[in-house]
C-alpha cells in the first residue's frame, strides 16, 4: 500500500469530497468540510481510516495535506464562481506534521493569493494531541495562521489531552465535539452531560461549537 500511496498524487488519485455543515437554528448550509478520497486502481476505494495513518508514518502526509489545502482552496472559488455555496466557510484538516512545518505558513499564504480564497471562509481543524505534542511550537504556529486571518478549530474535542488551559493560550474559533458523545447523548446521561458542557463552555468563551456524527443519528 506504501508503494501505492507514494505514486498516489502523481497519478491524480485523489480526490475531495464535501460534508456540509448545518446551521442548528436556520437549518441551512454554513460551510463544508473537504474530505480526502483515495482510489487505486489496483487497490480500489481505500477508506481513509487505512491510510491516513500511513501517510503521517511515512512523512507523505505533507504533501498530500498541501495538495488538499491547495485543490479544496481552488475548487471552493470555483465551486464560487458558478454561484455555489457564496459566502460559505470551508474546512481542511491539518495533520501534526502540517502544523510543525515551518513552511506551513508561506505555503498557507502562497495559496491564498493565489486561489483568491477570503482567509476568512477558511477553517483548519486541528486535534487536541497536535497543540499538545509542543504546546510552545504550536502556539506560534497558531498565531502566525490567525495573523493570515483565516479561523481555527479543535477536532474531536473531548477525546485528547482535554487540557481546558489551552483555550486561553491558543487563538481557537471553534470548537467540534466528537461524534461519540454526540452519538452517544441519546442513550447515556453521561455523554448527553459532556455535549452539555462543551457547548456551555465554548458558548462562554465566545466559541462557535460543531456536533459531529449528526448525519448518522435518528430523525
Known amino acids: 500500500m506504501e508503494g501505492h500511496l507514494r505514486q498516489a498524487l502523481a497519478n491524480e488519485e485523489f480526490s475531495l469530497h464535501y460534508q456540509p455543515r448545518l446551521n442548528a437554528r436556520t437549518r441551512r448550509i454554513q460551510g463544508a468540510e473537504a474530505l480526502l478520497r483515495w482510489k487505486n486502481p489496483v487497490l480500489g476505494q481505500?477508506?481513509?481510516?487505512?491510510?491516513?495513518?500511513?501517510?503521517?508514518?511515512?512523512g507523505l502526509i505533507k504533501p498530500i495535506g498541501l495538495w488538499v489545502l491547495r485543490e479544496a482552496c481552488t475548487q471552493w472559488m470555483t465551486f464560487q464562481a458558478q454561484g455555489l455555496f457564496d459566502h460559505l466557510e470551508l474546512s481542511v484538516n491539518l495533520s501534526l506534521a502540517q502544523l510543525a512545518d515551518v513552511d506551513l505558513v508561506g505555503q498557507l499564504q502562497e495559496i491564498l493569493v493565489q486561489t483568491g480564497m477570503?482567509?476568512?471562509?477558511?477553517?483548519?481543524?486541528?486535534?487536541?494531541?497536535?497543540?499538545?505534542?509542543?504546546?510552545?511550537?504550536?502556539?506560534?504556529?497558531?498565531?502566525?495562521?490567525?495573523?493570515?486571518?483565516?479561523?481555527?478549530?479543535?477536532?474531536?474535542?473531548?477525546?485528547?489531552?482535554?487540557?481546558?488551559?489551552?483555550?486561553?493560550?491558543?487563538?481557537?474559533?471553534?470548537?467540534k465535539v466528537d461524534q461519540s458523545f454526540v452519538q452517544g447523548m441519546l442513550d447515556d446521561g453521561a455523554d448527553a452531560a459532556i455535549v452539555h458542557a462543551v457547548i456551555a463552555l465554548g458558548h462562554t468563551l465566545q466559541l462557535k461549537v460543531v456536533a459531529e456524527g449528526v448525519e448518522d443519528m435518528p430523525t
Not at 495573523?147 to 486561553?168: C, H, M, N, P, R
Open 46 to 58: 481505500v477508506p481513509p481510516a487505512q491510510f491516513i495513518q500511513l501517510a503521517e508514518e511515512t
Open 118 to 175: 477570503p482567509p476568512g471562509r477558511l477553517e483548519l481543524e486541528l486535534t487536541e494531541s497536535h497543540l499538545m505534542d509542543n504546546p510552545a511550537a504550536a502556539q506560534a504556529q497558531v498565531a502566525a495562521l490567525k495573523e493570515l486571518g483565516v479561523q481555527l478549530a479543535i477536532d474531536d474535542f473531548g477525546t485528547g489531552y482535554s487540557s481546558l488551559a489551552y483555550l486561553k493560550r491558543f487563538e481557537i474559533d471553534k470548537l
